[in-house]
């Protein structure tokens, strides 16, 4: 049986800390790596911080988690 996605939301996705913490949810460290999760990024409506937020996003595409 498999379990349920449970969802994360991390806000400052793309500072020092939220980029840190994302991979480690991601690879299962956190909650386990028999649980799915869906990651919702959190971050500022400002130009530079959603361009750094997109190459995060790209770089957990790119782990293939």
Not at 25 to 35: C, N, P, T
Not at 39 to 44: A, G, K, V
Not at 45 to 50: N, S
């Amino acid at each position: 049986m498999t379990k349920a996605p449970m969802r994360v939301a991390v806000t400052g996705a793309a500072g020092q800390i939220g980029y840190a913490l994302l991979f480690r949810i991601a690879s299962g460290e956190m909650l386990g790596k028999d649980q799915p999760v869906i990651l919702q990024l959190l971050e500022i409506p400002d130009e530079k911080a959603q361009k750094a937020l997109k190459g995060v996003m790209m770089e957990l595409e790119d782990c293939a988690f």
